[in-house]
């Protein structure tokens, strides 16, 4: 991960530009991490990469929420849905 500060030195000519580090993380592929002082960090990512993290985050909802409740049926914690419509009828008035 490439790491920018503001409190290092200034160096003549030698700094990295914007577009430098931009074509640098393009090249690399990684994140870059901007950080001013003691404050916390700020991550630049691209947006294909952040669209992945996104999507992997939404699948391991989606995996735990089918394990949860594989779980529940394991330990009977279900009714049959013929159970649920006529409680559900009953509760909102609806003729069976």
């Known amino acids: 991960?490439?790491?920018?500060?503001?409190?290092?030195?200034?160096k003549e000519r030698s700094d990295p530009t914007t577009a430098q580090?931009?074509?640098?993380?393009?090249?690399?592929?990684?994140?870059?991490t901007l950080q001013i002082d003691d404050r916390p960090p700020l991550v630049v990512e691209?947006?294909?990469?952040?669209?992945?993290?996104?999507?992997?985050?939404d699948r391991i909802e989606t995996i735990e929420a089918v394990r949860e409740g594989l779980r529940?049926?394991?330990?009977?914690?279900?009714?049959?849905?013929?159970?649920?419509?006529r409680r559900l009828k009953r509760k909102?008035?609806?003729?069976?």
């Open 1 to 10: 991960m490439l790491e920018v500060k503001k409190d290092r030195p200034a």
């Open 21 to 32: 580090y931009v074509d640098r993380k393009e090249r690399e592929g990684r994140p870059i």
């Open 46 to 57: 691209d947006e294909r990469a952040y669209q992945m993290l996104w999507e992997l985050i």
């Open 72 to 85: 529940e049926v394991e330990e009977g914690r279900t009714i049959p849905l013929e159970e649920l419509d």
């Open 92 to 96: 909102h008035g609806i003729p069976g």
